[in-house]
């Protein structure tokens, strides 16, 4: 409901706002109305405080993407240089279909997995060090127009990914029901404030309005071109991939339902919390 109330409609906005003007957002709303030009300063604002949390989470899933591809994971184990005394590693199983709580001991104690991120990862070795590892750049990488690979491998690389998790998660026992209990929400939810609003963020951070990165792109288009298809299209492929996305979530809900203590253990030192509308309709 969001989606057709704001979202389509702003997406639809600013693409036919930047394909017109050609401009980003500052000169476009400036050339709307000059008091509006504070619009596009605002807009620019926003854009460069969300890239400060968006990026390095991203960099962060990226990076455990690329450490996962080893026999030995790095966080499972504390037989590593960083890993201090304290170090241990959780055993979350003690012969039983039932997972072990931790102890009183492993509370007091650092897991293999959060000094892996805190030393292993982020490189801060003493409390109140902030010196980490220094990204390097990819220079001079001539012969290849990369940005052209970029693009493409940045929009198609997800949904191979959504596809391998989807058909994983329709394999596991209990995916059944997870699904239909993603498919039947309570309805009786969207009664509270709180569900509409962390729907328009949805859509916000989803399709992007309100950014200036649509006036941008748009800005590219040729004059003529048909704005009004594109928002379509784009809105349509869009909630597809969320909804796509939701499947894969709650096609494994009920095969890690019995993890509970594990999500218990792991959120007590978690600093990002990502909420999702889902959950919130939730019965």
């Known amino acids: 409901m969001m989606v057709l109330l704001a979202g389509i409609p702003l997406f639809y906005m600013e693409l036919s706002l930047g394909q017109y003007y050609r401009k980003g957002a500052i000169t476009t709303w400036g050339r709307v109305c000059p008091m509006f030009k504070g619009i596009g300063y605002c807009v620019i604002l926003i854009a ?3 890239d400060f949390f968006y990026n390095v989470v991203i960099a962060w899933g990226l ?4 450490a996962s591809f080893t026999i030995n994971l790095p966080w ?8 201090s005394p304290a170090c241990y ?7 039983s279909s039932e997972c072990r709580p931790p102890t009183l001991d492993e509370s007091s104690r650092i897991s293999a997995a959060e000094e892996y991120f805190y030393k292993g990862f982020l490189g801060l070795h003493a409390p109140g060090d902030t010196t980490s590892h220094v990204a390097r750049g990819l220079d001079n990488l001539g012969g290849m127009n990369w940005h052209i690979v970029v693009v493409w491998f940045t929009a198609l690389f997800p949904y191979v990914v959504l596809g391998v998790l989807f058909i994983r998660g329709i394999t596991l026992p209990g995916s059944s029901l997870g699904i239909e209990y993603y498919l039947k929400p309570n309805i009786k939810m969207l009664k509270e404030p709180s569900v509409w609003q962390d729907a328009a963020t949805q859509v ?28 379509l299209i784009t809105s349509a492929i869009n909630c597809g991939t969320s909804f796509l ?3 894969v979530i709650f096609s494994v809900k009920n095969s890690v339902k019995h993890a509970k203590n594990i999500m218990q253990l792991l ?17």
């Open 48 to 50: 460069f405080y969300t």
């Open 63 to 66: 990076h455990y993407l690329y």
């Open 76 to 83: 499972a184990s504390c037989n590593n240089s960083y890993n």
């Open 89 to 95: 590693e959780p055993s979350w199983s003690d012969g």
């Open 204 to 231: 916000f951070f989803s399709l992007g309005p309100g950014f200036g990165v649509l006036m941008a792109y748009s800005s590219y288009n040729d004059f003529n071109n048909n704005v009004y298809i594109d928002a």
């Open 245 to 247: 996305s939701g499947f």
């Open 267 to 283: 959120l007590r030192s978690s600093a990002i919390c990502l909420a999702k509308v889902e959950n919130l309709l939730m019965p």
